[in-house]
């Protein structure tokens, strides 16, 4: 068994649980990414770091100082870059943006931000394997541009285990409208385009029981899309019946042996 990190909330840049702000964040206001107006952009669990701001390249650093040497981690997952669409005007980013930039720059300025704290962890532990996933509605051009990132080892995107185009799900939870089996393609085909591993990550957590049965019948058509890297989440949050849920999802995955 190999562990695996998933950074959460890390400067605000990255998702994970629980949903609150980030502490460096919170405590670092003169690396907070700024609005056009100059005013904090705040997301919807708090402030944000600017990925220009030295202070949030140099907190990374720190964080896998301490993590690749404490523990033996054999990977980094990063976890849906939340600022990844939206402008970045703080004073830090004011003095290196051009002045036709658009959104592609700043698109671009997150992915190389990712780039070089991968590249930093790699030092430490050069064997070290590092992911990245997105919201399974992530435009395709925005997905070109992120697969092509060079240090990375796999690509993907996480949704429920179903197609909406296809499935009536009876689900009204947040995730409702990210599905592997429609948009998941288009991220296996840019990972293999850029020599990654395909990921995918089956969000079975927050899920009401009457979707069971629908999770069960569709899953075998996500293993067909053929992902190197399938997670899901161990006995994950808000489901009334998580013994039954692992029961389906573990019956699928032995299928994989």
């Known amino acids: 068994m190999k562990l695996f990190a998933v950074p959460s909330r890390w400067g605000g840049l990255v998702a994970g649980c629980p949903k609150v702000p980030s502490i460096f964040a919170s405590t670092h206001p003169e690396t907070w990414m700024k609005n056009p107006d100059g005013s904090p952009f705040y997301f919807t669990f708090g402030p944000v770091c600017s990925v220009h701001h030295p202070a949030t390249f140099e907190f990374y650093c720190e964080q896998f100082d301490q993590m690749l040497t404490q523990w033996p981690f054999a990977g980094i997952v990063w976890d849906e870059l939340k600022a990844l669409k939206r402008g970045d005007f703080s004073e830090a980013a004011r003095a290196v943006m051009p002045d036709e930039a658009g959104m592609a720059w700043h698109i671009d300025q997150q992915a190389l931000f990712f780039d070089r704290c991968g590249a930093y962890a790699r030092t430490i532990k050069p064997d070290l394997y590092r992911a990245m996933f997105f919201v399974s509605t992530l435009e395709e051009p925005v997905i070109r541009r992120m697969s092509a990132s ?17 499935d009536d799900p009876p689900d009204t939870n947040e995730e409702v409208a990210k599905s592997l089996l429609d ?75």
Not at 150 to 166: I, K, Q, T, V, Y
Not at 221 to 229: M, T
Request: glycine share 6%.
């Open 150 to 166: 060079a240090e990375l080892e796999a690509f993907g995107c996480d949704g429920r285990p179903w197609s909406l185009a296809h």
């Open 183 to 257: 948009h998941g393609p288009t991220f296996i085909e840019a990972a293999r385009r850029n020599g990654k591993r395909p990921l995918m990550l089956m969000e079975n957590h927050n899920m009401n029981e009457v979707c069971f049965d629908l999770m069960d019948r569709r899953i075998p058509d996500v293993i067909a899309l053929g992902p190197e890297d399938l997670m899901y989440y161990y006995y994950p949050r808000n489901v009334s019946d998580p013994d039954r849920q692992m029961a389906i999802i573990a019956k699928h995955l032995k299928s994989l042996r």
